[in-house]
Structure formats: C-alpha cells, structure tokens
C-alpha cells in the first residue's frame, strides 16, 4: 500500500506469470460509484457541468458519485447512492429507477465499478432536500436526449459515463 486517501488507495501488486516469471501492477483502489441516466417526461436528459480538475476543463456530464464508506470499511449499495446523488446534483428524485448495468472505468489501473441507472417519473425535492457536496459547483441542465447524442458525436461530451449512458439510450 503506498497511500490511502479518503476514498481512493494506491498500492503496487506483485502478479505472477504463467511461465514462472513476476511483475508489479499499480493499482487505484476505488468502492465504486453510481451514475444516472435521468430523462424527463419531455426526453431531456439531465446533466452537470462542472470543473474537473483532473481534466483540466469544464466537463458536461450525466449526474454521478462515489459510493461512500464506512468507518468500518464497508461499501455503500449503489441502489441507495443513486437516488442521493441524483438529488443532491440535480434537486430532483426520480419515481422510477432501473439498473442498466455495471461496468469498469478503467480497468487497466482502477477497480472502480460503476452502476449505471435509468431514472425516470422526475419530481422536485422539496422541504428536506439534499444538496451537493460542500466541494462541488454544479449547474444542472436538460438537454434533449437527440441533442445529447449529436453533442458526443461532435465530441462536445468526453465523459465515458456519461457516453456509456448516451449509448445506452
């Protein structure tokens, strides 16, 4: 283990080959995270835009989050992350949710393993309604799903969630 962060662990695995001989492998450690196709009753589909630092630029993407963990190490399920990431990035919450599907970020580096959900039957939240991260700046938008696709093509989202998402729909 060379670091462990809040969520994320860096550590170099030693693997062996099958002809005997041996190897290291540096791994991003990650509990996985949710992401969500929202589409409204109008087929818009919403989405964040916000800074990534790690890109280096604004990115447009489709609402998502990092399960979180417990003191004890446990991993929360992604069917409860996913209404609370939702809410908290868009202030909506959805009457309807589906899992499309679970798939890996970057498998050549990161165990991160994402859920993907389609949300539907979208309705504001009111009275008790969360809100992003203390470290986020978001602005949500709908866009209409055509619209969205003719964005990816034209490279206008570099998101691969978000793509996967778009490709799904």
């Known amino acids: 283990m060379l ?3 809040r969520y994320l662990t860096f550590r170099v695995d030693t693997i062996e080959r099958t002809d005997g001989s041996r190897s290291t492998r540096e791994i991003a450690g990650h509990p996985g995270a949710v992401a969500i196709l929202a589409v409204d009753d109008d087929d818009n589909v ?10 280096g630029q604004v990115l447009l993407e489709i609402p998502a989050g990092t399960l979180d963990t417990a003191d004890d ?14 809410e908290e990035e868009t202030g909506l919450r959805a009457g309807s949710w589906r899992l499309l599907g679970r798939f890996y970020t970057a498998p050549g580096f990161t165990e991160e ?5 389609l949300a ?7 009275g008790d309604r969360l809100g992003p991260d203390g ?29 996967v998402g778009l490709l799904w729909l």
């Open 3 to 5: 670091h462990q962060g």
């Open 46 to 55: 919403l989405f964040v835009r916000q800074f990534r630092l790690a890109a």
């Open 73 to 86: 190490g446990s991993v929360e399920d992604p069917d409860v992350a996913a209404p609370r990431e939702l």
């Open 113 to 117: 393993l994402m859920s993907l959900y």
């Open 120 to 126: 539907t039957d979208l309705r504001p939240a009111h």
């Open 135 to 163: 470290d986020e700046r978001l602005l949500a938008l709908r866009i209409p799903w055509r619209e969205a696709i003719a964005m990816a093509d034209r490279g206008e989202i570099q998101d691969a969630k978000s793509l």
